[in-house]
């Protein structure tokens, strides 16, 4: 049978690539392709190859009945189970259907289905009470072997990290101490980068906002990294002039563009800002404007009847108008995902258009070319750095910082992301020996029972399974004796005589501790090279120092702990323990 397109390599690939895991596995599998990069084709090409009955599900109607077009535009029939859409056919071989209705009505969805495809799947949650999860375990009743594919352009989640765990270029996401991810592997993957330099995309001019900024670092965020709607009113209500200067910039660079789309913070604030934009060129959506007035406004739009589209988190996916060349983002959030889909929206081709402008007045600080990292980042100064493992030589990348001649002087990363036992085609060695991560660790917690390193947030030793005391605990205890300091660091000096080697931890407050260590001594030795030669320029180039000579040449890069803990002898104090990659509630010096 002949296909109305031609799959684009890359989507040939992720097909492939799909065939080939659920051929050898029934474990969840994710593909990452860009907004814009069609995965409705993807989509519709599995559903064709396929031969046993699947469901391809999405959480808004638009992508219902995007992905169910693409389908029978191969001249075959798919039904639709969407209340939005009214229509509730399950009977056919491929189901196009909205998650919510779906999880309605489990009970119409008793047949042995082969596949799921979930599109956004970054939506799903590790929640077995989700409705995802709800639905794949209803089917899989029905199919124990039950194969779950997701797609998404933004494979993580905020409060979660990353949504799979093992990547097919040989790597793992996160770390092992976290809950298991919705999906086990990353089957096939393209960067923004690569559809951009390929002309597959439109590329994004960012630019600096020319006028003031709303500043929301003043606001408490939740767990989801958002903020309370009516604290940003209340900020917001407090800088209408700021707001009027940005739309003021807004309509005088949208002269020269086709088509703007602007994402407002609150429903108060959309309201402000259409009320500075020109009448017969707007549109508002909110989540409350109703459904056939919505579809009128984005039709009126799509056919450049309007120009300008204000809108408060309703168009992040499932809407396509490739002249889109402008987003404005008055909004602030703290979700890499949430970002790229904004974006996203102004990066398809259309006829005549060479870029989208994105400028971002509300300071979110996201590297829309290095999601890859997949955390947020640890202050506005980080960028992506590359870190090679010194026990692996694996590759990582973390979020760091750069010199002015662009070595990595800081990163925050904490252990190896390198998966061993792969061959050069990222198969395991033996079937029976699946790949492991590298164990080598950058930043470590080391149990005080048998001395293993663990996750720096690890409550429990992963080799000997005793408890590891909470650094909070430590200081807490030492803060209630009388004879104890406890110092928070602000850096070491080190003092050289002979064989012995001084440390002078300097506190924030002009305090100082001391402890010396002689070279001569095998034991003193090794436990200043586990505290420190270990630990030597963040991890990255581990030294088993053998003099004091050697410390003294690479002194700078010794990194210091952030507290020390002394306890009074008769004449001095003596170190008690010292602190490294502190990460609780006790921030300053005491």
Not at 555 to 560: E, G, R
Request: proline share 4%; charged share 25%.
């Amino acid at each position: 049978m002949t296909t109305p397109f031609t799959l684009r390599p890359y989507q040939q690939e992720a097909v492939d690539a799909t065939l080939k895991h659920f051929r050898k596995s029934s474990e969840a599998a994710v593909i990452v392709l860009p907004t814009g990069a069609g995965k409705s084709l993807v989509i519709a090409e599995l559903a064709r190859l396929a031969r046993r009955k699947i469901l391809v599900l999405t959480h808004v109607k638009e992508l219902v009945e995007q992905n169910h077009a693409k389908y029978q535009s191969y001249g075959l029939n798919g039904g639709i189970f969407s209340a939005g859409l009214k229509r509730r056919e399950s009977q056919h071989q491929v189901t196009f259907a909205s998650v919510q209705s779906v999880s309605a009505n489990l009970d119409q969805f008793q047949h042995e289905y082969s596949l799921i495809i979930i599109d956004e799947c970054h939506r799903v949650s590790g929640e077995d009470t989700s409705q995802y999860q709800r639905i794949i375990e209803q089917l899989r009743q029905q199919n124990d072997n039950l194969k779950v594919l997701g797609l998404t352009a933004t494979p993580y989640r905020l409060g979660m990290g990353w949504i799979y765990r093992y990547h097919h270029h040989g790597f793992v996401r996160g770390s092992s101490e976290e809950k298991d991810k919705p999906f086990r592997h990353c089957i096939y993957e393209l960067p923004l980068s690569y559809m951009i330099r390929r002309g597959y995309l439109t590329k994004p001019e960012l630019v600096d906002a020319a006028v003031a900024q709303y500043d929301f670092s003043v606001l408490a965020q939740n767990s989801f990294g958002e903020y309370a709607e009516k604290e940003v009113n209340q900020l917001l209500s407090k800088h209408q002039r700021v707001t009027r200067a940005i739309i003021e910039q807004v309509m005088e660079l949208a002269d020269k563009r086709k088509a703007v789309m602007i994402f407002a913070a609150t429903v108060d604030h959309a309201k402000e800002i259409t009320s500075y934009l020109p009448q017969s060129q707007t549109a508002l959506i909110t989540g409350a404007t109703d459904l056939k007035t919505r579809d009128d406004l984005i039709q009126r739009f799509k056919l450049r009847q309007l120009k300008y589209l204000v809108n408060v988190s309703v168009l992040t996916t499932g809407f396509d108008a490739p002249h889109v060349d402008f987003i404005a983002i008055l909004r602030p959030t703290q979700s890499v995902s949430l970002y790229q889909q904004i974006v996203g929206r102004g990066l398809r081709l259309d006829e005549g258009k060479s870029d989208c402008l994105v400028i971002d007045y509300a300071g979110n600080h996201v590297n829309l070319y290095h999601p890859e990292v997949g955390e947020k980042k640890p202050n506005p100064d980080s960028e992506p750095v590359q870190v090679f493992c010194p026990g692996c030589g694996f590759a990582n990348i973390f979020w760091g910082k750069k010199d002015s001649q662009g070595q990595v002087i800081e990163h925050y990363g904490r252990r190896c992301q390198g998966l061993l036992g792969l061959d050069d085609d990222g198969n395991p060695f033996a079937s029976d020996q699946p790949p492991v991560q590298c164990d080598y660790r950058f930043r470590f917690k080391e149990c005080a029972h048998c001395g293993a390193e663990n996750d720096i947030a690890a409550r429990k030793c992963h080799q000997c399974h005793t408890a590891i005391i909470d650094p909070d605990d430590k200081l807490k205890d030492a803060l209630k004796l009388k004879d104890a300091l406890v110092i928070r660091c602000a850096g070491i000096s080190l003092n050289i005589n002979g064989s012995k080697l001084k440390i002078i931890y300097h506190g924030e407050d002009g305090e100082e501790l001391t402890e010396s260590f002689d070279f001569t001594k095998p034991a003193q030795r090794a436990v200043f090279n586990r505290l420190f030669g270990r630990r030597l320029a963040n991890s990255q180039t581990p030294v088993n120092f053998k003099s004091v000579e050697e410390v003294a040449q690479v002194q700078s890069l010794l990194t210091a702990p952030d507290f020390v803990v002394a306890r009074k002898q008769k004449h001095y104090w003596q170190i008690q323990d010292r602190v490294f990659d502190y990460q609780g509630r006790y921030r300053k010096a005491f």
